[in-house]
């Protein structure tokens, strides 16, 4: 990985700027894949309950 020269500050948040996005973006996308996989495992939980009471 090689310095970056930076010609000015408008250059420097640029960057900065950038990789905020896409640290954000990151984070909303692995919240909602946790998201997903918990009522995932909710809903595998709830017809595992659900099968077990109907067949009583």
């Given at each position: 990985m090689r310095d970056q020269?930076?010609?000015?500050?408008?250059?420097y948040r640029s960057a900065v700027r950038r990789t905020r996005v896409m640290m954000a973006v990151a984070l909303i996308v692995t919240l909602l894949v946790v998201g997903i996989?918990?009522?995932?495992?909710?809903?595998?939980?709830l017809?595992?309950?659900l099968v077990?009471?109907?067949g009583r």
């Open positions: 020269d930076w010609d000015d500050d408008s250059e996989v918990a009522v995932g495992i909710f809903g595998v939980s017809f595992l309950d077990e009471d109907l």
